[in-house]
């Protein structure tokens, strides 16, 4: 069982930046990939940002590349959104979730094992 809580959403202006953050609880968080997805008023939940148990195998959602990173540090359960050049187009509640396994391509973050409860992101014009 893995609980995942996040953190760091807000308001912003646009051009702005926030990181969010994606607490695990669990002794086994490094055998997760984990995902940012996020969700629109009127729009379907999608991938934002993945990344595979050790840090690699990364995917971004093309209209974030250049603009957000992802990273995780296993030692302290973490993993971070790091969101830059905010567009009023990012705004959502962004959620973090958790699949157990290295991950190999896009399609496995299609299913995830464990959800947070999300953090909402405004970025005003």
């Known amino acids: 069982q893995v609980q995942v809580v996040e953190s760091g959403g807000g308001l912003v202006q646009v051009g702005g930046s926030l990181r969010l953050s994606c607490a695990a609880s669990?002794?086994?968080?490094?055998?997760?990939?984990m995902g940012w997805f996020r969700q629109a008023p009127g729009k379907e939940r999608e991938l934002v940002a993945g990344?595979?148990?050790?840090?690699?195998?990364?995917y971004y959602e093309d209209s974030v590349k250049g603009r957000f990173t992802i990273s995780r540090d296993n030692a302290k359960n973490t993993v971070y959104l790091q969101m830059n050049s905010l567009k009023p187009e990012d705004t959502a509640v962004y959620y973090c979730?958790?699949?157990?396994?290295?991950?190999?391509?896009?399609?496995?973050?299609?299913?995830?094992?464990?959800w947070g409860k999300g953090t909402q992101v405004n970025v005003s014009s």
């Open positions: 979730a958790a699949r157990f396994g290295p991950s190999g391509n896009r399609r496995f973050f299609d299913v995830m094992d464990y």
């Open positions: 990344i595979g148990w050790s840090g690699g195998s990364i």
């Open positions: 669990g002794r086994t968080f490094s055998r997760y990939s």
